[in-house]
């Protein structure tokens, strides 16, 4: 019985070693199977962050290169939609112009959706729009890739592109709005659109080719003047102060400007409520004189410039005699047409007037003017100078120098002291909201082809000062020069474009 127990006993003992070993090996097999899993896990969850940083980068890359497209239409924002031969001085034409300038080509027939026009994913207004497209490409002539970090030796790439839709209006018809138009006939160069549209691809080989990351952005910007509120007061002359005399000024007034046939040449502040107190004598010639007459007698023909300068060797000028004038005033000899708006109802607040923002929000206006155009003196303006400016500082426009045209006029905001000696095509806003010691002053000859609006005071002016209302003028200035964003624009997917 002993011998039996005791195999017994060592039977049982190797049982229990068995059952041990087993119960190790599941274990080590559940472990493995664990590290493995966890192996698989940590390798997907590393590619799928690796794949969603290069998505980020293409995508920040794709809307970063939209800001700088942004920037380069605001730069050239005259060109855009205009089909004009040499519409700047320097000989420059419009983009639509039927020159070797021509930078927008028709979509109408193109079915290749890799092409920008399918940026468009409209296909009626895509059919009516033109890309852009310039020295045989049709990418916009900027370097995006520099946005990149590493700059250009980056695997990072992004291209840039345009679609022009000019807008086919129709006032009797509901909606205004029909689509887009090749039709010279019936576009406004003033009521456009532009998608911009951008390619940013990431982890490109060094020959910019298998990138693995993608992303499509578009956005649209419409055109629109800087005169977001009544677009200003469409009179020559408007003054929250009085216009001091020690000189000579001469206005010629917009011949419309009360209505069909009524001229207005000069609106000034006598509102009584107002923080600036109104002037006791908005007309004061204290050493100095002011005309006012029509255009033609100014010029002294009847057929005017092409320029509309004043020519050489030509005096300009309002003349007293043969009741020529429509106002004047001279010492105590005062005669004040109906051109001399004297309003006791003038707006307070003559910026908010202009730009529909309040004067304390200036900054608001300030951002919308192109970085490149927000300067410190008016130095560097000349002929070849156009669209919405901002002049932190002082500006003198210098004597025989000419900013702005015609055909590319200035809408030029200064907040500091401006003087005028020379000519200016556009719209000049003399402001005190940036700088509380802007004023207008000046000594010598300086003439505005377009319209003056004092939001500062007009302090003396020992010279000849004039200003010449111009429809065309006016009306670019306040009609063309800045793009806003389109409501619902932006789109980061592109079910067309592929």
Not at 9 to 32: D, F
Not at 125 to 134: I, N, P, Q, V
Not at 330 to 355: A, H, Q
Not at 427 to 434: H, R
Request: net charge negative; aromatic share 8%; hydrophobic share 35%.
């Amino acid at each position: 019985m002993n011998i039996f127990s005791k195999r017994n006993q060592v039977l049982r003992h190797g049982q229990k070693g068995a059952i041990t070993m087993i119960s190790a090996v599941l274990i080590l097999i559940l472990l493995t199977e664990m590290v493995v899993y966890a192996v698989q896990t940590g390798v997907f969850e590393q590619r799928k962050s690796s794949n969603e940083l290069r998505q980020k980068e293409s995508f920040h890359m794709a809307d970063s290169a939209i800001q700088e497209a942004k920037q380069f239409m605001l730069v050239n924002s005259v060109l855009v939609s205009s089909s004009k031969v040499d519409l700047l001085p320097n000989g420059t034409d419009g983009w639509l112009a039927n020159t070797g300038e021509k930078r927008w080509l028709p979509c109408a027939g193109i079915t290749d959706k890799t092409h920008p026009c399918f940026a468009e994913s409209n296909a009626t207004m895509r059919a009516g729009s033109y890309y852009y497209s310039f020295n045989n490409s049709n990418k916009l002539p900027l370097n995006p890739k520099a946005l990149a970090a590493g700059g250009g030796a980056s695997t990072e790439q992004v291209n840039l592109y345009a679609v022009l839709c000019m807008l086919d209006l129709d006032r009797k018809k509901d909606p205004v709005v029909q689509g887009c138009t090749t039709d010279p006939a019936k576009q406004d160069n003033r009521y456009f659109l532009v998608t911009l549209a951008a390619r940013g691809e990431a982890d490109c080989l060094a020959n910019t080719t298998n990138c693995k990351a993608e992303s499509l952005i578009s956005d649209k910007i419409g055109s629109f003047g800087p005169g977001g509120g009544d677009g200003g007061p469409g009179v020559p002359l408007a003054a929250r102060t009085a216009v001091p005399l020690l000189g000579t000024v001469e206005v010629v007034p917009n011949p419309n400007g009360g209505g069909i046939g009524v001229p207005i040449s000069t609106w000034i502040n006598a509102n009584t409520s107002c923080a600036v107190p109104a002037p006791v004598d908005p007309i004061d010639p204290q050493s100095g004189s002011y005309a006012t007459c029509e255009r033609h007698e100014w010029y002294g023909v009847a057929e005017f410039p092409a320029d509309f300068k004043c020519p050489p060797n030509t005096t300009c000028s309002c003349k007293k005699g043969e009741d020529k004038l429509l106002s004047y005033a001279s010492g105590n000899d005062k005669v004040l047409g109906i051109d001399v708006v004297v309003d006791p109802k003038f707006p307070c607040d003559i910026f908010k007037y202009t730009f529909g923002v309040p004067k304390t929000e200036w900054k608001t206006v300030k951002a919308m003017v192109p970085p490149s155009n927000r300067l410190t003196s008016c130095d560097s303006l000349g002929p070849n100078s156009f669209g919405l400016y901002w002049i932190s500082g002082d500006c003198d426009i210098k004597s025989k120098t000419t900013v702005g045209s015609v055909n590319a006029p200035v809408f030029l905001i200064v907040s500091g002291e401006m003087q005028m000696h020379g000519d200016l095509f556009g719209i000049l806003f003399v402001t005190d909201a940036e700088n509380p010691r802007a004023e207008f002053s000046g000594t010598g000859h300086g003439t505005i082809y377009g319209a003056a609006i004092m939001d500062a005071e007009m302090d003396h002016f020992q010279g000849t000062f004039q200003i010449v209302y111009l429809d065309i003028v006016v009306n670019q200035a306040i009609d063309s020069g800045l793009f806003g964003a389109v409501q619902g624009g932006w789109t980061d997917f592109h079910a067309d474009w592929k």
